[in-house]
C-alpha cells in the first residue's frame, strides 16, 4: 500500500516536472491561511494550498484545504476538508493579473451539532461525510519576480453535509492572501 502510493506520488511528480517544461506552460503553487465567515457570526479558519498551470491567461488549477478549526456563536463542524479543481481566466497578461473562476469539488466533514442516535454505544454519533460542493472564485496575483507571486482571492462555497442527521449548509465566504512560487 504504501510502495503503490510512493510510486503514484513519485510519477505524477515526474508528469507535472515534464508536462511544466514546455516553453507555454506555467507550473504555480502558493500556500496561505483562509479565514472564513458563515452564518449566525461564525468564522471558520482553514490552511490553502493550491497547484496549477497558467498558459495563455487560462489557469487550471487544484486547490485543497485543511480545516484549522472554527468559533462564533454557531459553530457547525468537528471537520470541513475541502478539494477543488477547476479553471480560471486571468484579464491580463501582464505583472498584475484580476481572475475569475470556478470550481467544483468535494468535501470532507463532520457536524458538531447534528448527531443520530447510536442504540448499541447509547451514545450521539456525529458521522463524516464526503459532500459534493462548489465554489465561484475571484482575485488577482501579483507576479513581482520570476520565481515568486502574491495573490488574494475571495470565494463563495456553497454545498450541503448530508448523512443520517438534519443537512447542514457549508456556505460559506472566504479569504485568501499569500505568497505562491512559479516552477
Known amino acids: ?79 470541513n476538508h475541502q478539494l477543488y479543481f477547476g479553471a480560471f481566466y486571468h484579464f491580463s497578461d501582464k505583472a498584475f493579473q484580476p481572475y475569475v473562476g470556478f470550481q ?3 468535501a470532507l466533514t463532520q457536524s458538531s451539532e447534528y448527531g443520530s442516535w447510536n442504540e448499541a454505544t447509547q451514545e450521539l454519533e456525529y458521522k463524516k461525510a464526503i459532500n459534493p460542493v462548489g465554489s465561484p472564485a475571484a482575485g488577482f496575483t501579483y507576479y513581482g519576480e520570476k520565481l515568486f507571486f502574491l495573490f488574494a482571492e475571495t470565494r463563495y462555497i456553497f454545498g450541503k453535509h448530508k448523512t443520517n442527521s438534519y443537512p447542514v449548509f457549508l456556505d460559506e465566504w472566504r479569504f485568501s492572501f499569500g505568497l505562491g512560487f512559479v516552477f
Open 1 to 79: 500500500m504504501v510502495k503503490s502510493r510512493l510510486l503514484t506520488i513519485t510519477i505524477l511528480l515526474f508528469s507535472l516536472n515534464s508536462f511544466s517544461q514546455e516553453k507555454d506552460w506555467k507550473l504555480n503553487a502558493a500556500l496561505s491561511f483562509a479565514p472564513g465567515f458563515l452564518t449566525e457570526n461564525t468564522q471558520s479558519i482553514q490552511l490553502h494550498g493550491y497547484l496549477g498551470f497558467l498558459k495563455d491567461r487560462i489557469h487550471v488549477r487544484g486547490d485543497g484545504y485543511y480545516f484549522l478549526g472554527n468559533k462564533g456563536d454557531r459553530p457547525r463542524f468537528n471537520m
Open 104 to 106: 467544483p469539488g468535494i
